[in-house]
């Protein structure tokens, strides 16, 4: 059953950027679809994008900032989120396949 360890979390200010890493331990990671979701304590779970082969999609909210990405030789998904709002602040979970990781926190400050 796949790993999953999720890091680059952190407070940074508004403007900012932040790179979270996932890091997964199963070498046929680029088999399976890969998605970004967060979530703060006043919100639902909310999707922020996918990658699936070589196709991206990312939530209208991020699309213009965020970027996703893969590093198929280190098993590695990426999500690089540039421009970072307040409203951006929640635990970032990534997903590959069915497997959850245990989520990394982004504040962001005002």
Do not use: H
């Not at 890969?34 to 991020?62: C, H, I, N």
């Amino acid at each position: 059953q796949v790993q999953l360890v999720e890091s680059g979390g952190g407070l940074v200010q508004a403007g900012a950027s932040l790179r979270l890493s996932c890091a997964a331990s199963e070498r046929a990671f680029n088999n399976y679809a890969m998605a970004w979701f967060r979530q703060t304590p006043e919100k639902e779970r909310e999707f922020v994008g996918s990658l699936r082969w070589s196709r991206t999609y990312l939530a209208d909210s991020v699309k213009d900032r965020f970027t996703i990405s893969r590093d198929n030789a280190k098993n590695t998904l990426f999500l690089q989120m540039n421009s970072l709002k307040p409203e951006d602040t929640a635990v970032y979970y990534c997903v590959v396949g069915i497997k959850w990781g245990r989520g990394t926190q982004v504040t962001v400050s005002s």
